[in-house]
């Protein structure tokens, strides 16, 4: 694990065409090249070449029709399995295409059938809607405002003849117990429809007998009956899908398998371009990589091969894909470093700083050890029920499982266990101060206030950190005019350190003085003069040569001086203060368990007063514990990353047999 992104280099090879299979092969079976187009490495205008367009589109549409029917059969398709290019043959459209031509007829059948039970349930769940709410005997509102019951029998043809031209509209049949006669029940608003059917079967409407509440649970009776039927029917259709593909897995795997070598194949030989006599490729894997390549790249092509190595200096940061490589235990954390955006190639990687930045923010907002067991026990259980769950997913549970410890620690320093005082707090009494109980073991913190200060304290720490890691990728960058004169470079952090001393200072004599105004005048009035000269500066150095000098140039100066002053100390105060919402979900969680406590208190304890307690952790588990991580994420997003994280990154994404599902 290295402070900085994956040193890279660039290799461009040139292999006499006859061997360009065999290194094709090869550097499949690798996966380590991140291959980019020769025209962008060097001048092509003087030659021809030829580009190989040998993947076929019928080879993607396969697999992916072949992953669809997986999907629709509810089995997951072999992506987890390891590839291997020995397992590569002959690609056999014709045959493929048949035998996943007759799966994906057979599965559609099915889904046909399926779509109908499923419009069938619905319409009677419409039905049974309306006689629940409308009472019995066809008193109730609902039944007599929307439903139509008829009591009759047809003259002409069968009762399940007449049933069979209703399927379009919302409508149930059964028959009358003991009696010839049936009840059909349709939606008033289909009334013209079944009068026509009605005539063309001569339907008797029988009128001696009133319906009754007997009657309306035999309704019930019968429609929840045939729902259940409609039910059990779509269940077995959904095992009959999974039939179809688990008869055929072993086949259809090894296809999936063979399309998906031959589509990465095809990836790569897209990227070789051709002479008559030779192939040439080009791409960038790390450099501690090089030689293993080289070598295997000599091999395939029996010697018969020119390689040429290009350092990452020669080309702009912004073209260099970005490997982050940490072990499996960071993973979590590198996951929420991407979800933002990659980090430019060269400059320092974040991950171990959000990682400890993330699990203090957390702790501290969440400080309970016996709710952050419960949310480690989630990620450990989660993780061993959820073994074929995505990268994404384990690493998430693997979060739940560090957030949690984070909550244990900060627990055990308060003295919180489910809310309750079981153990002293090693640190201070968090839910004594907020409460108003005293503050048992807490040393110099003693009120909210005290709180809050930590909070500030801590703030600054993490933007100060921040300051420094940019200045650190600038001097790398050898970017010497944003080192000193940026609001995040050398300039910026004067201000912003002196303006915390100033702040602590007015505040340490009760708000009553401010510093010498000579130190006033060194702090800041020097810096913001010295920054008037920043965009003068710029266009000397910078924009001279492609930018004409007028008026108006100098109005620009002035007014980006000025919005620059805003920025630095408004931004800098609003990022410092915007760590107090730490201290405010801290206080939140610890209120909101002091209120559960007072409700159960209030029921006089007992069972209901324990249900009370369990309610509530599980709500503070859930609401708190989701609001420590966002807000969390957030700070370190929004007043850590702001300060040296560009995001200009591209990331390494080799052409490989392997991905990260099966390295998830």
Sequence with gaps: MGLFTSKMRLLTAVVIEEKSENVARELLRIGL????????????????????????????????????????????????????????????????????????SGIQELREKQKKLHQDSLKLEEIKNYLNRGGFGGRGGAVSDFLSIHRGKPGRGSFDDLLSHLTSIPHFGTAVPGTADFFIVTLKRDQALVSEYFTKYMWTENDEQIRNKQHDEVLLSDINERTVSIKTRIDEI??????????????????????????????????????????????????????????????ASDGQCVIEWSEPEQYSRQSVPVEIKHSVALAPFQMLVEN??????GAIDPTIFVAVSYMI?????????????????????????????????????????????????TGILFGSYFGYKIFPPLWFDYHGIVAGHGALGSGNITNVYDIL??????????????????????????????????????????FYGCGVYTAFFFVGTEYKELPAPDLLTVFFGIPVLILL?????????????????????????????????????????????????VAGLGIAHVSLMVAFDTIAGMTGGGAAGILILIIGNILVIALEGLSAGIQALRLNYYEFFSRYFTGKGIAYNPVSLRNRKQEG
């Design 238 to 299: 959904k095992t009959e899908m999974s039939t179809v593909i688990i008869k055929q897995k072993d086949e259809f795997d090894t296809i999936w398998k063979n399309l998906r070598i031959h589509e990465l194949y095809g990836r790569i030989r897209t990227n070789f371009e051709h002479t008559e006599k030779t192939s040439l490729f080009s791409g960038w894997l790390p450099a501690d990589k090089s030689e293993r390549l080289e070598k295997a790249v000599k091999k």
């Design 340 to 345: 933002y955006a990659v980090p430019e190639y």
């Design 533 to 581: 000269f920043k965009a003068p500066l710029h266009f000397i150095l910078h924009e001279r040569g492609k930018k004409s000098f007028d008026a108006f140039k100098i109005i620009d100066f002035i007014m980006e001086w000025i919005v620059e002053i805003l920025e630095i100390f408004s931004g800098y105060l609003a990022n410092t203060l915007s760590f107090m919402r």
């Design 33 to 104: 090249l991140d291959f980019v187009k020769i025209s962008n490495i060097i001048d092509t205008d003087d030659f021809h070449l030829k580009q190989d367009l040998s993947v076929s589109t019928e080879v993607a549409e396969l697999r992916r029709r072949l992953e669809t029917l997986y999907q629709q059969a509810g089995i997951e398709s072999p992506v987890r399995e390891a590839l291997i290019i020995e397992q590569m043959s002959d690609f056999n459209e014709a045959k493929y295409r048949k035998l996943i031509d007759k799966a994906s």
């Design 453 to 494: 200060r930590i909070t500030i304290y801590f703030g600054i720490t993490v933007i100060g950190l921040g300051l420094i890691l940019n200045w650190i990728n600038l001097l790398k960058k050898k970017d010497y005019f944003r080192l000193l004169l940026d609001k995040s470079g050398i300039l910026g952090g004067w």
């Design 361 to 409: 923010m957390f702790g501290l907002m969440f400080g309970d050890a016996g709710q952050g067991l419960v949310i480690m026990l989630i990620g450990f259980l989660g993780g061993k029920f959820m073994k074929k769950a995505s990268g994404g997913i384990k690493n998430l549970l693997r979060l739940f499982i560090y957030c949690g410890a984070a909550s244990v620690i």
